[in-house]
């Protein structure tokens, strides 16, 4: 499943080579969703992966990460 399209809401995924998968909810009208849920892969891989105390299915706790996503939704809910 890559998309959920229902009246109130888009449910949009994102899986990448490696298995994991994001999701993305958001009003039925937003556009351009891949490409926002590929951007938080990019800051995933950047932020996440590259810290060298983070195991794989560990709760994310990555300040830099949580700062960069809502930035990214910001710059996003601006367009």
Known sequence: MELLECDSFVLQSFDTLTGLKFFLTAD????????????V????????????????????QCERFDERVQKLAAEYNRR
Not at 46 to 59: A, Q
Request: aromatic share 16%; proline share 9%; hydrophobic share 35%.
């Open 41 to 60: 892969y990019v800051l995933y891989s950047d932020y996440v992966l590259k810290n060298p105390f983070y195991e794989s299915d560990m709760p994310i």
């Open 28 to 39: 039925p009208d937003s556009a351009h969703l891949d490409g926002v849920l590929r951007d």
